[in-house]
């Protein structure tokens, strides 16, 4: 944008000499240099994209009025130049190379016109003369492009010179002529690729060569076939290593090269409908092992591939009920696998509870018997014997009983402190599932099994503390 306002100054005084010559210039153009957004339905600007789509036509605008205006500008220095007014058209030449060093044709005209300032005495024939004898030593040395670039210089100061205008020509048949050369020789040694950049060279020069666009043509054809047929190639030694997919997708790539080839459509067709039937055999076998995410998944790429879509829906359906009811059902298996744990437990914690009890039955029995036969003894030794004196016996027996032994702290057995063990490990179980009732009823278990146990007492008394109102 700079650039552009540094040269509206000097776009102002072309136009002024524009003016003054009176050249015919075509109306309307400059209508053209502004962007008309009434064309454009842009709309509300939302989208990344769509801010990247109008500044790309902004700059489009931007360069379209550049390129407008250096040449409208590079057409009034060359007036200035034909004028005599070497330095104004050096001045305006040197902008546009400011803006565009590209511009060969401003290139040639500052340069000429520098020239032509600083040596006023030289005449812009003797110029070209010189140029002209530049050009054909260039081109008797084999140098055609630099030969031409000197033959072009002659024409941007004269455009209307048939001398340069017919070397130039000359040139471009030759640099033709040998372009057409290397491409035939590279097309013998079966370089297609090759023949057809050194072709494509000629076209740029002589657009209108029938027989060239022809040869190269029957060049891109053959290329074309060759690749088709290497991929085809490809292709069937995929199908060959069982690679299905990897075969159609090369299939793909040869029908971009030559679209609408029968052939290849119907092998595509064929292996369209094989990978499908794959597929669907997969899916019926992972459903008979009951791997049902497996059977569905492939059946669902069965579909993609053309199979029937109704079949697959149905099947996928069954598949869907089938995984529901496998679940339900390993679901209770768990649920009364948990179940019958429980029951074994509070079995084993009975079972030990009752020998518990049992040994301490025996255990009690074993000491009243002990306690009896210390009172018959007792009671023995105090019966009168014959012939001694009975009052006196009598008189010796104690008035008060013989105090009977009294238990306490009886030992518990190492089978029911084991019992209560594992009654207070379920109830710890139950706690921690927040089932207060069953853990209570479980320590409460233990302690009768063993008093000493102090972790199911601690138990009980931290439930009826915290959690009596759950």
């Known amino acids: 944008m700079k650039k552009l306002l540094l040269l509206l100054p000097f776009t102002a005084l072309a136009l002024n000499i524009y003016a003054a010559t009176g050249a015919d210039r075509e109306r309307g153009q400059e209508l053209g240099m502004m ?5 454009i339905s842009l709309g509300t600007i939302s989208s990344v994209e769509q801010k990247k789509q109008y500044l790309s036509t902004v700059q489009l605008e931007k360069q379209r009025i550049q390129n407008y205006t250096l040449r409208v500008v ?16 050096q001045e305006l030449a040197n902008v546009i190379l ?35 004898e530049e050009g054909i030593s260039l081109y008797k040395s084999g140098k055609l492009i630099e030969a031409q670039g000197k033959f072009n210089e002659i024409l941007v100061l004269r455009p209307n010179d048939s001398r340069a205008q017919g070397w130039v020509d000359r040139i471009n048949d030759e640099i033709a002529q040998e372009h057409i050369r290397r491409g035939f020789y590279a097309y013998k040694n079966k370089d297609y690729q090759e023949a057809l950049n050194q072709w494509y060279s000629v076209l740029l020069i002589k657009k209108d060569d029938k027989d060239l666009t022809a040869k190269i043509a029957e060049v891109e054809t053959t290329m074309k076939k060759d690749q088709n047929q290497a991929i085809l190639n490809n292709a069937f030694a995929l199908y060959s290593k069982g690679q299905l997919i990897a075969a159609y997708r090369e299939f793909e790539r040869a029908m971009e090269i030559q679209p609408g080839e029968q052939q290849t459509q119907k092998f595509m067709m064929q292996l369209k409908q094989e ?11 992972a459903y008979g092992s009951r ?30 009920r089938a995984k529901a ?25 009975a079972a030990a509870a009752a020998a518990a009890a049992k040994e301490q039955e025996a255990s009690d029995e074993k000491d009243e018997d002990e306690g009896t036969e210390d009172t018959s003894a007792m ?26 032994k009294v238990l306490t702290n009886q030992p518990v057995s190492e089978e029911a402190r084991q019992a209560s063990i594992a009654r207070y ?33 601690l138990g009980i008394k931290r439930i009826e503390s915290e959690y009596s109102n759950r």
Do not use: C, H
């Not at 057409?75 to 005599?84: H, I």
């Not at 499908?276 to 076998?285: F, M, R, S, V």
């Open 35 to 39: 962007l008309d957004l009434q064309k």
């Open 325 to 349: 009811a496998a679940a339900e059902a390993a679901r209770r298996r768990a649920a009364a696998a948990a179940l019958a744990r429980k029951q074994k437990q509070q079995a084993a914690a």
């Open 275 to 285: 990978i499908a039937k794959g597929y669907y055999t997969a899916g019926n076998q």
């Open 379 to 404: 009671t023995s030794s105090a019966t009168p014997v014959a012939g001694e004196n009975t009052s006196q016996a009598i008189t010796s027996t104690p008035t008060q009983p013989f105090p009977s």
């Open 291 to 320: 791997k049902y995410n497996s059977a569905i998944a492939n059946w669902k790429e069965a579909k993609n591939w053309g199979y029937n879509q109704n079949d697959i829906a149905l099947l996928v359906k069954n598949a869907e």
């Open 98 to 132: 400011s803006i565009d060093p590209s511009l060969t044709q401003a290139q040639t005209l500052a340069t000429e016109a520098g020239r032509m300032a600083t040596y006023g005495t030289v005449s812009e024939q003797t110029i070209i003369d010189m140029k002209f």
């Open 74 to 89: 590079y057409e009034n220095a060359y007036t200035l130049y034909r004028r005599g007014d070497y330095e104004r058209a």
């Open 425 to 457: 490990k379920s109830g710890l179980s139950y706690f921690n599932a927040n089932d207060y009732a069953n853990a209570k009823e479980e320590w409460q278990a233990a302690l009768q099994l063993d008093p000493e146990n102090t972790d199911a007492a």
